[in-house]
C-alpha cells in the first residue's frame, strides 16, 4: 500500500533509538540495577516508581498499570499520535531517512503526519517572532523587557519575540513556506472574522512567548498587550489545539525539567515575566501555569519530574499578596494532598511578584523570597483565621468552624494533630476542644466523600423509599472477568517451579547473546508448566534465530503472540536482574538456566525411573538395559549441572 513506511526502516528506528533518552524527556530515571532504570510512571499516578526501562531490550513496563511497549510505543501513547507520526518523528530525531512501499526516499506533503506539520508550523512562526523583536517597529516591546530588568541576552534565552502590527503579516510568512490555510486553521495562530473568508494573525502587536512542552517543541504562545488602542485582554494565549492543552502546559518546563530533576525541587510563579525573572535570578526550577490553575494534570507532570515517591522534594508555590493570590494559594492547597513531596507558599508581604523583586531590589531578593517560604499548611490555616476577629468570642468559634475543616484535609497523620495544636495556640482554644472539631470535621469528610458509608446509603435509601439502589446492588454482585484476562492467568509468584520458569524467561529475553549453541537448543527442548510462561516459551522457539540487536529479539518475540500476552513479555524484559557488574550478570545467567535444565533433567530422570519400575526386566531385557543407562546418563548431565551452579 503507497505511503506505509517500510518495516525494515520501522525496525532501523526502533534498534537505534536510545529509549531512555526518549523516556528522560518525560520522566525522571533513577539507577534500579545493572541496566535497568525506574521512575514513576506518566501513564497513572502512582506515589512510588514502578515503570521500569531496560535500554538494551528498549523496552519498559510498569507493574503497577501494565502498560508496557518499545520506544515508538511510548512516543506514540505520550504526544497521541499516530504510529506513521511517531516512526516519522524519531526517525527525524535520529536523522535517518525513511523510505516508503511507493518507492519513495520520504513523505510527500499530503503523508506527512498532522501533528508533526503543526509542530512545523509552531517552528517556523516561533523563528518569525524572534526576528521580528529587533525590528524598528518592535521599540515597544524591546521597551517592555528593559523596563523589567530583561535585556537582548535574556530575551534570546527565553526565545521572546514580537508579533507585528498588521492583520497578515504571520500568515503571509506562514503561507510562504508552504503550509496551507488547513494546516493553519488547526495552530490556533489565526482568526476568522464573521464572513468565514476573512483569516487573519491572531496575535497583532504584542510581546510573544513561546510555550513548549517537555521535549522543547513550541505548542503555542502566550502574546502580552503593548498598545492602548489594543481592545484585547492583557494577555492573550493560543486557544485549545491538538498540540495545546492548558491544563496540561507549563511554561518553562523545557528549562526547568533538568533542575527539577536534579534538585527535587519545583517552583510555580504565575506569569512569563516571574518564570524568566526566577530563572535569571538563579531559581532554575521554576514553571507557570498558562491562563488556568494549577490542576491535576500539571501535578501528574511536576511529580514524575520530582520522583514523588516519599523520599524528599518541594513544591513552592509564589503568589500575590492581595487577595487573588491568596484565592489561588488556598486552591493549591486543595490539591496538595496529591503530592509525597512538602509543599510552601511563598508570598512577599509587600505583594510584589518575582520579577517585580527582581526588578527593585536585584537577583538576590529573588533567592530570598523563595527561601523564605512557609508551609501551605500554615498558610492556608492563616488564612482562614484572617476572616474573624479572633478578639470576641463568637469571631473564635466562628473561626475554628472554618479552620477545623482546613486541618481535617491534612493526609499526614503525625501532621495532623501538630497543626491542630498549633491552630489551638493561634486561637487562644483548649488543645482537646480543636482536636474535637478537626476530628469531626474528619469524619464528615469521610462520609462524605465514601458513597458506602452507613450515613449515605441511609440517605440514599430514604430518597429512593427504602428500596436498595444501583450501586447498593452492584457491591454485592462480583464484576464480569475482563475477557483479555481470562486468557492470562497471572502465575503464581509463590510456586517455585513457576519462579524458576520465569527466571530463566528473564534471562533469554534480557541476555540472549549470554546462551551457546548448546544451551539454546536445551532451553528450547525445555518443557514449561505454567500457562503463561509455556505460551511465552513456545513464542520464544516461534522467533527464530536471535537479531543483533536486544531490543529487536524482544520485540520479535512480543509479535508472536497475542496482545493479552504482549504486556507480560515486556513485563519478563524489564524485571530488573539481580546483578552488580557484568560478571556477576553472566554468573547469574548460567546458574539460572542451569537450575533450570537440572529440574528438567529431574522430570526426565522421574519419567524414566517410572517406566523402568512398570517394566518386567525378563519380559524386555534389552529395554531395561537401555533404560539403566539412559537413567545414568541423566543422573550424570544432573551432577555436571549441580557442580556448574
Given amino acids: 500500500m503507497a505511503g506505509l513506511?517500510?518495516?525494515?526502516?520501522?525496525?532501523?528506528?526502533?534498534?537505534?533509538?536510545?529509549?531512555?533518552?526518549v523516556v528522560d524527556g518525560y520522566v525522571t530515571l533513577k539507577s534500579a540495577g545493572i541496566g535497568s532504570f525506574k521512575g514513576l510512571c506518566p501513564f497513572h499516578d502512582e506515589r512510588s516508581p514502578s515503570f521500569h526501562v531496560r535500554p538494551q531490550v528498549g523496552t519498559y513496563h510498569c507493574f503497577g498499570c501494565g502498560e508496557s511497549g518499545d520506544v515508538i510505543s511510548f512516543v506514540q501513547k505520550m504526544d497521541h499520535g499516530t504510529f506513521s507520526e511517531t516512526v516519522e518523528k524519531l526517525a527525524a530525531r535520529l536523522g535517518y531517512e525513511l523510505h516508503y512501499e511507493d518507492g519513495g526516499t520520504g513523505p510527500r506533503r499530503e503523508d506527512v503526519g498532522k501533528r508533526q506539520r503543526l509542530l512545523d508550523a509552531h517552528k517556523v512562526a516561533a523563528e518569525f517572532f524572534r526576528e521580528q523583536l529587533v525590528t524598528?517597529?518592535?521599540?515597544?516591546?524591546?521597551?517592555?523587557?528593559?523596563?523589567?530588568?530583561?535585556?537582548?541576552?535574556a530575551?534570546?534565552?527565553?526565545?521572546?519575540?514580537?508579533?507585528?502590527?498588521?492583520?497578515?503579516?504571520?500568515?503571509?510568512?506562514?503561507?510562504?513556506?508552504?503550509?496551507?490555510?488547513?494546516?493553519?486553521?488547526?495552530?490556533?495562530?489565526?482568526?476568522?472574522?464573521?464572513?468565514?473568508?476573512?483569516?487573519?494573525?491572531?496575535?497583532?502587536?504584542?510581546l510573544i512567548w513561546p510555550i513548549r512542552d517537555l521535549t522543547g517543541a513550541v505548542i503555542g504562545f502566550g502574546a502580552r498587550k503593548l498598545y492602548e488602542d489594543d481592545q484585547g485582554p492583557k494577555y492573550l494565549n493560543t486557544p485549545e489545539t491538538p498540540l495545546y492543552k492548558k491544563s496540561q502546559v507549563l511554561y518553562g518546563i523545557d528549562l526547568a525539567k533538568r533542575s527539577i530533576a536534579k534538585d527535587r525541587q519545583l517552583v510555580v510563579v504565575e506569569g512569563y515575566t516571574d518564570v524568566m525573572a526566577c530563572h535569571l535570578a538563579g531559581i532554575t526550577t521554576a514553571v507557570a501555569t498558562c491562563g488556568t490553575a494549577f490542576g491535576t494534570d500539571h501535578i501528574k507532570i511536576a511529580r514524575r519530574l520530582l520522583s514523588d515517591d516519599g523520599t524528599g522534594g518541594e513544591v513552592i508555590f509564589t503568589f500575590d499578596g492581595d487577595a487573588a493570590g491568596q484565592k489561588a494559594a488556598l486552591r493549591a492547597f486543595e490539591e496538595d494532598q496529591r503530592f509525597n513531596a512538602q509543599t510552601f507558599v511563598a508570598v512577599d508581604p509587600n505583594?510584589?511578584?518575582?520579577?517585580d523583586i527582581r526588578q527593585q531590589k536585584g537577583d538576590a531578593a529573588v533567592a530570598e523570597l523563595i527561601r523564605s517560604r512557609r508551609p501551605l499548611f500554615e498558610f492556608a490555616i492563616r488564612s482562614t483565621l484572617a476572616k474573624f476577629d479572633l478578639n470576641t468570642v463568637e469571631g473564635r468559634i466562628s473561626a475554628l468552624r472554618a479552620a477545623a475543616p482546613v486541618v481535617a484535609e491534612i493526609r499526614d497523620s503525625a501532621m495532623r494533630p501538630a497543626y491542630a495544636r498549633e491552630l489551638a495556640g493561634w486561637l487562644g482554644s483548649e488543645v482537646d476542644d480543636v482536636l474535637r472539631a478537626v476530628n469531626a470535621a474528619a469524619k464528615r469528610q469521610r462520609e462524605s466523600r465514601d458513597p458506602n458509608s452507613q450515613h449515605n446509603q441511609h440517605n440514599q435509601r430514604s430518597q429512593h423509599g427504602g428500596q436498595e439502589t444501583a450501586r447498593d446492588r452492584s457491591t454485592h454482585t462480583p464484576p464480569a472477568e475482563d475477557p483479555a484476562h481470562q486468557a492470562f492467568t497471572r502465575p503464581d509468584p509463590n510456586d517455585p517451579a513457576a519462579r524458576m520458569e520465569r527466571q530463566a524467561l528473564e534471562?533469554?529475553?534480557?541476555?540472549?547473546?549470554?546462551?551457546?549453541?548448546?544451551?539454546?537448543?536445551?532451553?528450547?527442548?525445555?518443557?514449561?508448566?505454567?500457562p503463561a510462561y509455556v505460551a511465552v516459551h513456545n513464542a520464544v522457539r516461534a522467533a527464530g534465530d536471535v537479531p543483533g540487536s536486544a531490543a529487536a529479539w524482544v520485540e520479535q518475540v512480543r509479535q508472536e503472540l497475542p496482545d493479552a500476552l504482549r504486556g507480560f513479555v515486556s513485563e519478563l524484559a524489564v524485571t530488573p536482574i539481580p546483578a552488580r557488574d557484568a560478571d556477576a550478570l553472566a554468573l547469574y545467567c548460567r546458574d539460572i538456566l542451569n537450575r533450570l535444565f537440572e529440574l528438567q533433567v529431574t522430570h526426565l530422570k522421574a519419567e524414566k525411573l517410572g517406566q523402568l519400575q512398570r517394566l518386567d526386566p525378563n519380559a524386555d531385557p534389552a529395554l531395561f538395559q537401555q533404560l539403566n543407562r539412559e537413567l545414568m546418563e541423566l543422573e550424570m548431565q544432573r551432577r555436571a549441572l549441580r557442580e556448574m551452579q
Fill in 136 to 153: 524598528p517597529g518592535a521599540a515597544a516591546a524591546r521597551g517592555f523587557l528593559a523596563e523589567r530588568g530583561f535585556d537582548p541576552a
Fill in 155 to 206: 530575551a534570546e534565552h527565553f526565545g521572546v519575540g514580537y508579533a507585528p502590527q498588521g492583520w497578515d503579516s504571520l500568515l503571509k510568512h506562514l503561507t510562504g513556506r508552504g503550509f496551507t490555510r488547513d494546516e493553519l486553521a488547526q495552530t490556533g495562530m489565526f482568526s476568522t472574522g464573521q464572513d468565514a473568508s476573512r483569516f487573519y494573525d491572531r496575535f497583532r502587536g504584542r
Fill in 351 to 355: 505583594g510584589m511578584d518575582p520579577c
Fill in 5 to 21: 513506511i517500510k518495516r525494515e526502516d520501522i525496525d532501523e528506528v526502533r534498534s537505534r533509538t536510545d529509549i531512555k533518552a
Fill in 507 to 530: 534471562v533469554v529475553l534480557q541476555q540472549p547473546g549470554l546462551l551457546d549453541a548448546g544451551q539454546w537448543e536445551r532451553f528450547k527442548a525445555a518443557r514449561f508448566t505454567v
